[in-house]
């Protein structure tokens, strides 16, 4: 679970963006996207652009077990070049 004082930062960040999305929608949404790569055991990053904000996930997925989704272990968050420390599973 993010931090309080990180989540403060994201979505300042995300109103200053204009991102009209909650900041826990947004990262659910990418670490589904990373999840979608298909790519485990390795570190992968996807894109997204919402409105005229670019944002950058960077993290790992990991085999689940049986009858299991993998788990999505995540990094960072790049908003427009700012980069967030995450390093937190979400999925």
Known sequence: MLNKELYEKLEQEFTLCRVGEEVEDVLLELAELLADTGVTGEEVSVKQQVGRTRLTVRG????????????????????????????DYLL
């Open 60 to 87: 790992i997925c990991e085999e689940g077990g049986e009858d299991e989704e993998p788990a999505v272990f995540i990094r960072t968050l790049t908003v427009n070049g700012k980069e967030f420390q995450i390093d």
